[in-house]
């Protein structure tokens, strides 16, 4: 039950700056459609239980005049081209055609996806991308074939596996390309999709909302689990503990350190928790912000997770220089 | 001149006219034979045993779902040697998954719901309503079947390939297509057998639409059921030929090293790729496969529409509400849908022009679902309602076809698919079109046709303890997989309890494969009601629904040539309760003032 409790059933949070015009997009279509579906569903219950062979002893041959299907039609026009032309069109328009200026600063970061994994490469201070080539590729070491040796442009760049640390507050724009197959870029709580196709680098751009930290979503996403007593189901608990931090240390009735505060519990903890009396756990997501591949992309495409770090400008800046230093580095999540 | 009746007894078919003398044997009468009737039983049945197929398959993905990593029961150990599930703890392998995946898509489509819908009921059912002896080409009508069986035999076969069956997607998408094992190539050896098949069956009904109709039977009397296996014809005919030249293209790409579709410079793996030069476009596939892949959707739901439009009008005991625009306007849909193929690809960074212009194509097309649909509901206006269990999955379709036309909207425009696209969202969407929404239709034409095909009548109970829990089990199942869309999970996932919008969407996962099951054990009844039925069912008159279109003049079963005397067309298809008569309906072969 507590399963239930905290499923969701709309939209997820959204903490990009354009993502409220997509989800108004998506919240007009639904009222929309729901009024269409209750219009059909109310006249389609009258007739069903209205003309029943009992009720009825001969059908009418003479077909009604149905003046309401025609309003239905035109009123259906008129609400798709308003939706189409005023809440779409242009949304996309902004989305696709209208890249931030120099004037906005914008912070260019390049994605290059491979099975099965989100490599993310940044500039480093100096601003320029040092040159990609299959024949540096080293799995371990140097996964997008950054030209380290030949290229001074690339002594800077930081290439990171899967984490993707952003400022907040920023135009930000990523370039997606793949090494091998199609992927799909995807941050939900983002809303922002694109599909990485090889061969090909296509640019996105978005910008997060001032003020915002993966701290603070983690804590906004923040949920209490409860402590399954000895034979009882631990499904629910399993679940919703994986890939979850501990806010607070938690500690036992003998004053005994269960669970250290940002540790991940699981089944292991499970006597532990139990002898100490621990009845609930209030734990928030590793990774509040998750990168996704929508596209079928082989074998473990469900393990393709990446994770967006939402950081102040500060906080980036300082994380920014500290890894620009240590030239070569490749991180690994 | 009322043969319609003369001969509502005599359902033995001794048949004077149109009979070939020489009686065929045993094979040439049910195994290699030309009559349209034998080979669209024959089509129907293999269907149904491949819906069946291909729903187990979803069974065992959604037992993985619910359960991520836990022993798969009863055939766990089985698929094991098959390299689905794991030898040691049976449990459903990623690869497993894929692969079910993309048969699951592929068998539902190509060697389910199509065949049945066209080859099946179309086979069985128009030459009839039409009033013709049979098929313009018979032969090539059972070179059709033979040829669907072969390709439906490589797709099953392709799970004894090195490395299992293809698990890239029904859609294929190269590279991943170009690279993978050789299940790959088996799929598309398939697919070019499935589409040779389909074509030759087009040309099939085209000509013999055109050409075999009884006298009087103009266009304009054509039941509604006529009119959408001719649109659908059309579809086929013309939306296969790319994918078969793109399926030829990555055949090659994948066993002569050409690079249709493969770009320069991929690294896969640990290696740099060298087989193939490079210089090709991936996203050219895309293309070719959506511009069959969407009018192909329309071929899932116009023969699906035509079989609720004759079902609707006999049930309702009124001709149909707005035949003629429901005829226009599965013209203008089979139209259109040549022109909206790109709204599956907005994420692949296409223009704003462009997407523009699907975007503007895909809300048009969704005008002429919308009349049909309103058309369908008015023709209940007015009506006298005989709830049997065809009209039970008949009327049933209008709800759930009507979720999931709706909810392809927000798909349709792009800036909501930058949420939705690729999410159970589009899951959910299209299931409900084809699982409640054509499945529903095809049982509705399964137990309206019954008694047409074997003199008998199934059983009414079984029918409704098969339609009820079917209901539920579709609405649990596709239901929640909006909400799961729309917190923004992918699909195809092996299991989604890593990320978090999964675990917040889980229970609803649990719920759908519950749904999955209740929708498995519903089908129980249905297994029994046909086999029993057709065995020993209540035997029952020609016409037993008092239905007005020409396959009720015929004996039940009809004979080889079909009528005991060539029908002649006096009216129109749906003259039910018209004032004045004695009966409350007129059989399309007997002039109105008798
Ligand atoms: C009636 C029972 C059915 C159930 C329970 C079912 C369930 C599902 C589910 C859960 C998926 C998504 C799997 C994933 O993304 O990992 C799926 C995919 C799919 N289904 Fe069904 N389905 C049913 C019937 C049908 C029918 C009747 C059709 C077609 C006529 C169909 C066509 C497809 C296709 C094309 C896909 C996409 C496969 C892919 O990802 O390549 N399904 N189905
Ligand atoms: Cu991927
Ligand atoms: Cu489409």
Same mark, same amino acid.
């Given at each position: 039950?507590?399963?239930?409790?905290?499923?969701?059933?709309?939209?997820?949070?959204?903490?990009?700056?354009?993502?409220?015009?997509?989800? @108004?997009?998506?919240?007009?279509?639904?009222?929309?459609?729901?009024?269409?579906?209750?219009?059909?569903?109310?006249?389609?219950?009258?007739?069903?239980?209205?003309?029943?062979?009992?009720?009825?002893?001969?059908?009418?041959?003479?077909?009604?005049?149905?003046?309401?299907?025609?309003?239905?039609?035109?009123?259906?026009?008129?609400?798709?081209?308003?939706?189409?032309?005023?809440?779409?069109?242009?949304?996309?328009?902004?989305?696709?055609?209208?890249?931030?200026?120099?004037?906005?600063?914008?912070?260019?970061?390049?994605?290059?996806?491979?099975?099965?994994?989100?490599?993310?490469?940044? $500039?480093?201070?100096?601003?320029?991308?040092?040159? #990609?080539?299959?024949?540096?590729? %080293?799995?371990?070491?140097?996964?997008?074939?950054?030209? =380290?040796?030949?290229?001074?442009?690339?002594?800077?760049?930081?290439?990171?596996?899967?984490?993707?640390?952003?400022?907040?507050? =920023?135009?930000?724009?990523? %370039?997606?390309?793949?090494?091998?197959?199609?992927?799909?870029?995807?941050? $939900?709580?983002?809303?922002?999709?694109?599909?990485?196709?090889?061969?090909?680098?296509?640019?996105?751009?978005?910008?997060?909302?001032?003020?915002?930290?993966?701290?603070?979503?983690?804590?906004?996403?923040?949920?209490?689990?409860?402590?399954?007593?000895?034979?009882?189901?631990?499904?629910?608990?399993?679940?919703?503990?994986?890939?979850?931090?501990?806010?607070?240390?938690?500690?036992?009735?003998?004053?005994?350190?269960?669970?250290?505060?940002?540790?991940?519990?699981?089944?292991?903890?499970?006597?532990?928790?139990?002898?100490?009396?621990?009845?609930?756990?209030?734990?928030?997501?590793?990774? $509040?912000?998750?990168?996704?591949?929508?596209?079928?992309?082989?074998?473990?495409?469900?393990?393709?997770?990446?994770?967006?770090?939402?950081?102040?400008?500060?906080?980036?800046?300082?994380? /920014?220089?500290? %890894?620009?230093?240590?030239?070569?580095?490749?991180?690994?999540? | 001149?009322?043969?319609?009746?003369?001969?509502?007894?005599?359902?033995?078919?001794?048949?004077?006219?149109?009979?070939?003398?020489?009686?065929?044997?045993?094979?040439?009468?049910?195994?290699?034979?030309?009559?349209?009737?034998?080979?669209?039983?024959?089509?129907?049945?293999?269907?149904?045993?491949?819906?069946?197929?291909?729903?187990?398959?979803?069974?065992?993905?959604?037992?993985?779902?619910? #359960?991520?990593?836990?022993?798969?029961?009863?055939?766990?150990?089985?698929?094991? #040697?098959?390299?689905?599930?794991?030898?040691?703890?049976?449990?459903?392998?990623?690869?497993?998954?894929?692969?079910?995946?993309?048969?699951?898509?592929?068998?539902?489509?190509?060697?389910?719901?199509?065949?049945?819908?066209?080859?099946?009921?179309?086979?069985?059912?128009?030459?009839?309503?039409?009033?013709?002896?049979?098929?313009?080409?018979?032969?090539?009508?059972?070179?059709?079947?033979?040829?669907?069986?072969?390709?439906?035999?490589?797709?099953?076969?392709?799970?004894?390939?090195?490395?299992?069956?293809?698990?890239?997607?029904?859609?294929?998408?190269?590279?991943?297509?170009?690279?993978?094992?050789?299940?790959?190539?088996?799929?598309?050896?398939?697919?070019?057998?499935?589409?040779?098949?389909? *074509?030759?069956?087009?040309?099939?009904?085209?000509?013999?639409?055109?050409?075999?109709?009884?006298?009087?039977?103009?266009?304009?009397?054509?039941?509604?059921?006529?009119?959408?296996?001719?649109?659908?014809?059309?579809?086929?005919?013309?939306?296969?030929?790319?994918?078969?030249?793109?399926? &030829?293209?990555?055949?090659?790409?994948?066993?002569?090293?050409?690079?249709?579709?493969?770009?320069?410079?991929?690294?896969?793996?640990?290696?740099?790729?060298?087989?193939?030069?490079?210089?090709?476009?991936?996203?050219?596939?895309?293309?070719?496969?959506?511009?069959?892949?969407?009018?192909?959707? /329309?071929?899932?739901?116009?023969?699906?529409?035509?079989?609720?439009?004759?079902?609707?009008?006999?049930?309702? @005991?009124?001709?149909?509400?707005?035949?003629?625009?429901?005829? /226009?306007?599965?013209?203008?849909?089979?139209?259109?849908?040549?022109?909206?193929?790109?709204?599956?690809? /907005?994420?692949?960074?296409?223009?704003?022009?462009?997407?523009?212009?699907?975007?503007?194509?895909?809300?048009?097309?969704?005008?002429?679902?919308?009349?049909?649909?309103?058309?369908?509901?008015?023709?209940?206006?007015?009506? =006298?309602? =005989?709830?049997?269990?065809?009209? *039970?999955?008949?009327?049933?379709?209008?709800?759930?076809?009507?979720?999931?036309?709706?909810?392809?909207?927000?798909?349709?425009?792009?800036?909501?698919?930058?949420?939705?696209?690729?999410?159970?969202?589009?899951?959910?969407?299209?299931?409900?079109?084809?699982?409640?929404?054509?499945?529903?239709?095809?049982?509705?034409?399964?137990?309206?046709?019954?008694?047409?095909?074997?003199?008998?009548?199934?059983?009414?109970?079984?029918?409704?303890?098969?339609?009820? $829990?079917?209901?539920?089990?579709?609405?649990?199942?596709?239901?929640?997989?909006?909400?799961?869309?729309?917190?923004?999970?992918?699909?195809?996932?092996?299991?989604?309890?890593?990320?978090?919008?999964?675990?917040?969407?889980?229970?609803?996962?649990?719920?759908?494969?519950?749904?999955?099951? &209740?929708?498995?054990?519903?089908?129980?009844?249905?297994?029994?009601?046909?086999?029993?039925?057709?065995?020993?069912?209540? %035997?029952?008159?020609?016409?037993?629904?008092?239905?007005?279109?020409?396959?009720?003049?015929?004996?039940?079963?009809?004979?080889?040539?079909?009528?005991?005397?060539?029908?002649?067309?006096?009216?129109?298809?749906?003259?039910?309760?018209?004032?004045?008569?004695?009966?409350?309906?007129?059989?399309?072969?007997?002039?109105?003032?008798?």
């Amino acid at each position: 039950m507590s399963l239930l409790a905290q499923t969701t059933w709309w939209l997820p949070p959204d903490f990009s700056e354009h993502g409220w015009q997509i989800d @108004r997009l998506i919240n007009w279509l639904h009222y929309f459609m729901a009024v269409l579906f209750v219009g059909w569903g109310v006249f389609l219950a009258y007739c069903m239980t209205r003309f029943t062979w009992k009720r009825v002893s001969m059908a009418h041959y003479t077909p009604v005049k149905a003046k309401a299907s025609k309003v239905i039609e035109v009123a259906v026009i008129i609400f798709e081209v308003i939706l189409l032309v005023v809440f779409s069109m242009p949304v996309l328009a902004k989305y696709k055609n209208e890249p931030p200026t120099p004037a906005d600063n914008p912070f260019e970061v390049h994605v290059v996806a491979q099975q099965f994994a989100w490599n993310i490469h940044y $500039p480093g201070p100096d601003g320029i991308f040092g040159k #990609r080539d299959i024949k540096f590729v %080293k799995d371990a070491t140097n996964p997008i074939g950054l030209d =380290r040796d030949g290229d001074p442009n690339a002594k800077d760049d930081i290439v990171s596996n899967n984490q993707m640390p952003l400022p907040a507050g =920023r135009h930000i724009i990523v %370039k997606v390309t793949s090494k091998d197959v199609i992927h799909s870029f995807n941050i $939900p709580m983002l809303r922002v999709k694109q599909d990485a196709v090889p061969g090909i680098e296509i640019p996105v751009w978005f910008k997060v909302k001032e003020g915002t930290t993966s701290d603070a979503i983690r804590e906004q996403m923040a949920r209490t689990v409860v402590v399954p007593a000895a034979g009882e189901s631990t499904t629910a608990y399993e679940l919703w503990c994986r890939n979850n931090l501990t806010f607070d240390e938690v500690k036992g009735a003998d004053g005994q350190v269960v669970l250290k505060k940002g540790a991940e519990p699981g089944k292991d903890h499970l006597e532990a928790l139990r002898a100490a009396g621990v009845k609930e756990l209030r734990v928030g997501p590793r990774d $509040p912000v998750e990168i996704h591949c929508t596209q079928l992309c082989g074998l473990t495409h469900y393990k393709m997770r990446g994770q967006v770090l939402i950081q102040s400008q500060a906080d980036f800046d300082k994380w /920014y220089e500290e %890894k620009a230093k240590g030239t070569g580095d490749f991180i690994e999540d | 001149m009322s043969h319609g009746h003369d001969h509502s007894h005599g359902s033995h078919g001794h048949d004077p006219h149109g009979h070939d003398h020489h009686e065929p044997g045993f094979l040439g009468k049910y195994v290699f034979s030309v009559d349209h009737k034998v080979i669209g039983i024959q089509y129907a049945v293999t269907s149904l045993v491949f819906l069946l197929v291909g729903f187990t398959m979803m069974l065992i993905m959604r037992w993985q779902l619910a #359960r991520p990593d836990e022993a798969v029961p009863i055939i766990g150990g089985l698929l094991a #040697r098959l390299g689905i599930t794991n030898a040691g703890t049976r449990s459903l392998l990623p690869e497993g998954y894929n692969m079910l995946g993309a048969m699951h898509g592929t068998i539902m489509v190509f060697l389910g719901v199509v065949p049945l819908a066209v080859g099946g009921f179309g086979n069985y059912v128009m030459p009839l309503q039409i009033g013709a002896k049979d098929m313009a080409f018979p032969k090539l009508n059972m070179m059709s079947y033979w040829v669907f069986l072969a390709g439906g035999i490589v797709m099953l076969a392709s799970f004894g390939a090195n490395g299992g069956a293809a698990q890239s997607g029904w859609t294929s998408y190269p590279p991943l297509s170009n690279i993978a094992l050789s299940g790959q190539t088996w799929w598309l050896v398939g697919m070019v057998l499935l589409i040779t098949s389909s *074509l030759l069956g087009s040309v099939n009904f085209i000509t013999t639409i055109f050409h075999l109709r009884a006298k009087g039977m103009s266009l304009w009397k054509m039941p509604f059921f006529v009119w959408g296996q001719l649109v659908t014809a059309f579809l086929l005919l013309l939306a296969f030929p790319p994918l078969e030249a793109a399926g &030829v293209l990555q055949l090659m790409d994948r066993v002569a090293d050409t690079s249709f579709f493969m770009p320069a410079g991929l690294y896969v793996g640990d290696k740099p790729v060298t087989s193939w030069t490079g210089g090709g476009n991936p996203l050219l596939w895309q293309h070719l496969f959506w511009f069959l892949a969407h009018p192909e959707v /329309y071929v899932l739901i116009l023969p699906a529409m035509g079989i609720v439009g004759e079902v609707l009008a006999n049930n309702t @005991r009124k001709p149909l509400w707005g035949y003629k625009t429901l005829v /226009y306007s599965i013209i203008f849909l089979g139209f259109m849908s040549f022109i909206v193929w790109a709204h599956h690809m /907005y994420m692949t960074g296409m223009g704003t022009a462009i997407s523009t212009f699907f975007q503007a194509t895909t809300m048009i097309i969704s005008i002429p679902s919308v009349i049909i649909l309103t058309c369908f509901i008015i023709s209940l206006y007015g009506a =006298r309602i =005989r709830y049997n269990t065809p009209m *039970l999955f008949a009327i049933s379709f209008l709800p759930m076809f009507a979720i999931g036309g709706l909810t392809g909207l927000p798909l349709g425009l792009a800036a909501a698919d930058i949420h939705l696209h690729d999410t159970y969202y589009v899951i959910g969407h299209f299931h409900y079109v084809v699982a409640p929404g054509t499945i529903f239709a095809l049982f509705a034409g399964i137990y309206h046709w019954f008694p047409k095909a074997t003199g008998r009548r199934m059983n009414e109970f079984l029918g409704k303890l098969h339609f009820w $829990p079917s209901l539920i089990g579709m609405n649990m199942i596709f239901g929640p997989m909006f909400f799961v869309g729309i917190a923004g999970v992918q699909r195809r996932l092996w299991t989604q309890v890593d990320y978090n919008l999964g675990q917040l969407t889980q229970s609803w996962v649990v719920f759908s494969s519950v749904g999955a099951a &209740v929708l498995g054990l519903a089908q129980i009844p249905f297994i029994i009601n046909f086999f029993s039925t057709a065995l020993a069912g209540r %035997k029952v008159t020609q016409n037993p629904w008092d239905a007005t279109t020409l396959e009720w003049a015929a004996p039940s079963p009809p004979p080889h040539g079909n009528f005991l005397t060539e029908p002649v067309v006096y009216c129109g298809p749906y003259e039910y309760s018209v004032p004045g008569k004695k009966s409350d309906f007129c059989p399309q072969c007997q002039p109105m003032e008798a």
